[in-house]
């Protein structure tokens, strides 16, 4: 079992940057796949990033790469994504996610990640 609290969203600007952290409990974080998913008011819940239990690897959804950065600290039980070059429609509340299997069989699949944070929300303006 690993509880997830989501932290650092808010509102910026067009272009502007901001850090998304997501703290882990439980002393098995280091061997769980970490995603982050987005949801937008009347849209399903969609892939963001996700890093592998060491941090060896990474996936990104297209409409992220070379703005979004995954990374984790498994010495401090934490995940981030760093935003950059946000856009408005980055707008959304973003989850923090996790399981234990690999990320070659959780991927971008929603439905397979067993752990779910309560979300942060990202405001981006125009």
């Known amino acids: 079992q690993v509880q997830l609290v989501e932290s650092g969203g808010g509102l910026v600007q067009a272009g502007g940057s901001l850090r998304l952290s997501c703290a882990a409990s439980?002393?098995?974080?280091?061997?769980?796949?970490m995603g982050w998913f987005r949801q937008a008011p009347g849209k399903e819940r969609e892939f963001v990033a996700a890093?592998?239990?060491?941090?060896?690897?990474?996936l990104y959804a297209e409409f992220v790469k070379g703005r979004f950065t995954i990374s984790r600290d498994n010495a401090k039980n934490t995940v981030a994504l760093q935003m950059n070059s946000l856009k408005p429609e980055d707008t959304a509340e973003y989850y923090c996610?996790?399981?234990?299997?690999?990320?070659?069989?959780?991927?971008?699949?929603?439905?397979?990640?067993?752990?779910w944070g309560q979300g942060t929300q990202v405001t981006v303006s125009s």
């Open positions: 996610a996790a399981d234990g299997r690999s990320l070659s069989y959780l991927r971008d699949t929603p439905a397979k990640y067993n752990y």
């Open positions: 890093i592998s239990w060491s941090g060896g690897r990474t």
């Open positions: 439980g002393r098995t974080f280091s061997t769980y796949t």
